[in-house]
């Protein structure tokens, strides 16, 4: 059974830091893609940050400069390291699995993990 089960959301102030986590069961995880994806209230679920299996990133224009992505094969997890927060980053944040860079969205999900930014 593959879970994702994500860590380290919550509030944070503009212009904070935050790091998001993801830990990965069930699946082979240094031979598996892993994304983060956020859906803020009344919008889509949109794709933040992706990481191939290569450890090639790619990232949505409106977070580019202020996010990164990280996987550890060894723990198996893929962090999100997030600076310059804004209010509009405010949304829950979802891991994802088994992605490709021409296909980023993979077929595994987590719960979530909120994330609020205040003004």
């Known amino acids: 059974q593959v879970q994702l089960v994500e860590s380290g959301g919550g509030l944070v102030q503009a212009g904070g830091s935050l790091r998001l986590s993801c830990a990965v069961s069930g699946i082979i995880f240094s031979s598996t893609g892993m994304g983060w994806y956020r859906q803020a209230p009344g919008k889509q679920r949109e794709l933040v940050a992706f990481i191939s299996v290569a450890g090639f990133t790619l990232y949505a224009d409106s977070v580019k400069d202020r996010i990164s992505i990280f996987r550890n094969n060894a723990q198996k997890t893929v962090s999100l390291r997030m600076n310059s927060l804004k209010p509009e980053d405010t949304a829950i944040y979802y891991c994802?699995?088994?992605?490709?860079?021409?296909?980023?969205?993979?077929?595994?999900w987590g719960r979530g993990a909120l994330v609020t930014v205040s003004s």
């Open positions: 994802n699995a088994g992605g490709t860079l021409r296909t980023p969205a993979g077929q595994y």
